[in-house]
């Protein structure tokens, strides 16, 4: 099975640029989540979807930043417009609903860099 | 509100020694999830383990082991007979009860590094 997978890998932007990131989950995962890691505040979650709703966005820094899950295997993150202090990783996390397996597969993360 | 704390920031072992990461949870939920992920140079972010709240058995997986101790709040992870690709930056992890969402709360990890 293909794992959750991220688009794209590595981004440089010039501040002020729209910066859209792509996640697909894996096939059959109810849960999908947005997590941020920089080197100030570790890795922490921004925002999660159940079955394709936002549920949960209180961690979204600021309303430049969008999130979007117009089917199960598609989730966008976008910021707009994009600042010097997005730069960090971001990764995306999928996992079942229900009593299944409640462990969180990441995808290998997108590397962004504002200028 | 739920925490996880690694207060040891960065650890240096010489290969073949026996690491122990500390970690450290509050949480107000009776029913609860511990992780730990590794995360190499490479970046990903490598499940190792969960254990739920209601099995305090310690579990051992070859060279690694983890003590779940509820009564002090701690799940720290072992790795016996460190080796060079062992270093990487370890998080463990804590969610909420079976029928929530379960996102994850990181701990702000463990920097290990194995020296030949």
């Known amino acids: 099975d293909a794992g959750v997978i991220q688009s794209p890998r590595h981004e440089v932007t010039e501040m002020g640029q729209e910066v859209t990131l792509r996640c697909k989950p894996i096939?059959?995962?109810?849960?999908l989540f947005w997590y941020r890691q920089t080197m100030m505040r570790g890795l922490e979650l921004l925002i999660y979807f159940n079955n394709n709703v936002p549920i949960d966005d209180s961690g979204m820094p600021e309303d430049r930043f969008s999130a979007k899950m117009p089917n199960a295997s598609f989730s966008t993150l976008k910021i707009q417009p994009s600042e010097p202090r997005d730069s960090a990783v971001y990764f995306c996390a999928s996992r079942r609903g229900g009593t299944g397996s409640d462990e969180q597969f990441f995808g290998p993360g997108t590397r962004l860099t504002v200028l | 509100a739920q925490k996880v704390t690694q207060a040891q920031t960065e650890i240096s072992v010489v290969e073949k020694e026996d690491v122990t990461l500390d970690c450290v949870y509050e949480t107000r939920d009776t029913t609860y999830y511990l992780f730990w992920y590794k995360q190499p140079p490479s970046g990903e972010l490598v499940f190792l383990i969960r254990?739920?709240?209601?099995?305090?058995q310690n579990e051992i997986s070859g060279r690694y082991s983890w003590n779940f101790q509820k009564s002090t709040s701690s799940f720290n992870f072992t790795i016996t007979a460190s080796q060079v690709v062992d270093s990487a930056v370890y998080f463990c992890?804590?969610?909420?009860?079976?029928?929530?969402?379960?996102?994850?709360?990181f701990g702000s990890g463990t920097q290990l590094t194995v020296l030949p």
């Open positions: 096939s059959g995962h109810d849960y």
């Open positions: 254990r739920n709240s209601f099995d305090e």
């Open positions: 992890a804590l969610s909420g009860p079976r029928g929530s969402a379960r996102q994850l709360t």
